[in-house]
């Protein structure tokens, strides 16, 4: 018999949480009256986005796909600026659900913008969250994502932010990079800490166990990560979109297994991910966790 773990802190944040609970109210409230869009997928998550599009939640890529009178809810991740220009142009009605911290680096990114500073931002120049961080100083940060980018950047002043998804570790290498090349930085550290817990929690777990199982979207930054400290700290990693990707022939002579799960990844699937283990497991195992689960 095998023991399952769960890495603390697994599945949806706040920040998430939130997103799904506006969204779904803002259904409720518009049923039948007005249609209802999220600009992009809400969350890396196609069961989510499939169950809010039956509550009638379609996906629209930009502003100008909605018309007068819609409602346009912005994601989790936030936009930028001129967004909220195009809704007051083509008069929708915007639902902001950007999550509380990702709000505070625009407001800090555009304060410094307008206090003259030169802005960079270290994340994934394609990332929506990093696109709308951007928008925030009329698109003049410069993105850099790793050392060898730190490397480029030439001495002066300069005003730093973070994706919030980002592995701390990988923040300050790319820090004290940039200090070396003798930059003067105004350093603001703005990984989420639902982030840190996350991927610490994932990381100590992934050190214990013979194989780990990191359940989320393949879109999603933040599973991605916690895939890639697994597979750091633990031989056998795996990551597990939906339930088709279970390793079971793989994982049923492991003693220990652990699991984990990112940001936007919906608690009812890390139960069916469990459930189909639960001929390797004790029953007493799987009743703690499905009760684990339940009490986040
Ligand atoms: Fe917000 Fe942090 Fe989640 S920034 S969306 S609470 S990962």
């Known amino acids: 018999m095998a023991e399952i773990k769960i890495a603390e802190n697994s599945g949806f944040c706040f920040g998430v949480k939130r997103a799904i609970e506006m969204t779904c109210e803002t259904a409720e409230k518009f049923k039948g009256d007005r249609q209802v869009y999220t600009c992009g997928p809400l969350i890396h998550n196609k069961l989510v986005t499939d169950e809010l599009l039956e509550k009638g939640v379609k996906i629209i890529e930009n502003p100008e796909d909605a018309s007068k009178d819609d409602v346009v809810i912005i994601r989790s991740h936030g936009e930028g600026k001129n967004f909220y220009k195009q809704a007051e142009n083509i008069a929708f009605h915007l639902v902001d659900a950007t999550c509380p911290f990702v709000k505070k680096i625009h407001k800090l990114v555009e304060v410094a913008f307008h206090a003259g500073e030169k802005i960079i931002i270290i994340g994934d120049s ?78 100590r777990l992934a050190k214990e166990v013979d194989a780990m199982l990191v359940i989320g979207g393949r879109e999603s930054s933040n599973s991605q990560k916690l895939y890639d400290l697994s597979k750091k700290y633990c031989e056998k990693a795996y990551f597990i979109e939906n339930i088709e990707d279970l390793p079971l022939k793989d994982i049923e002579l492991c003693n220990k297994i652990g699991v984990a799960a990112g940001a936007s990844t919906p608690e009812r699937l890390i139960k069916e991910v469990i459930a189909n283990m639960s001929e390797f497991i004790t029953e007493n195992n799987e009743e703690n966790l499905m009760h684990d689960l339940m009490d986040e």
């Not at 100083?137 to 410069?142: D, G, K, L």
């Not at 993105?143 to 994706?163: H, L, M, R, T």
């Not at 603001?188 to 817990?197: G, M, Y």
Request: hydrophobic content about 30%; some cysteine; proline content about 3%.
């Open 126 to 203: 394609g990332h929506p969250e990093v696109i709308g961080i951007n928008g925030w100083c009329e698109n003049s940060a410069i993105i850099i994502n790793s050392v060898e980018e730190a490397e480029k950047i030439n001495p002066g002043d300069y005003f730093v932010v973070s994706q919030t998804t980002l592995q701390k570790k990988h923040f300050e290498e790319i820090i004290s990079k940039l200090k070396e090349k003798n930059c003067k930085l105004s350093i603001n550290n703005t990984i989420c800490n639902a982030t840190n817990s996350r991927q610490e929690s994932c990381m």
